[in-house]
């Protein structure tokens, strides 16, 4: 199991931030460093499944097993989808973190992902554009 850790500093309170990572406009924004047209599928509550996918409906299923609105959301990583159709996969532990701590309108924001080796260098490259995306729209957007 591969540990990456990303942290960026945004000029915004938390409400702003969590609003950009998670309302349906602007997620499909910053996730285009990962793929351009990602989206989600699924309510964003404790317990619920969530399906993250690109235009062709590959990606992977997920549950949220913590969230504390603005402040910290844990998806575990169930299993992947091809063509719609879910595939379990047994990934072990493999969960992503986000965590906002706000101070003096300014908000930090963590993401703590435990990952399969074989995804590594895609989200090492990849994830530091992502955040810079999420900063740039809460910094930016009325």
Request: proline share 2%; net charge negative.
């Amino acid at each position: 199991m591969e540990k990456l850790h990303f942290d960026i500093q945004i000029k915004a309170e938390a409400i702003k931030v969590w609003s950009v990572l998670w309302d349906d406009f602007s997620f499909r924004q910053w996730t285009s460093a990962f793929t351009e047209g990602s989206f989600y599928q699924g309510d964003l509550q404790e317990g619920a499944t969530i399906k993250f996918l690109d235009p062709k409906n590959n990606g992977m299923y997920s549950t949220i097993t913590k969230l504390v609105p603005n402040e910290e959301i844990i998806f575990h990583h169930l299993g992947e989808i091809y063509d719609g159709i879910e595939t379990p996969r047994d990934l072990g532990e493999v969960f992503e973190r986000y965590l906002l701590t706000e101070d003096e309108n300014m908000t930090h924001l963590e993401v703590e992902i435990h990952t399969t080796e074989e995804l590594r260098s895609f989200l090492e490259e990849k994830f530091t554009d992502a955040l810079s995306n999420v900063k740039h729209l809460a910094e930016n957007q009325l």
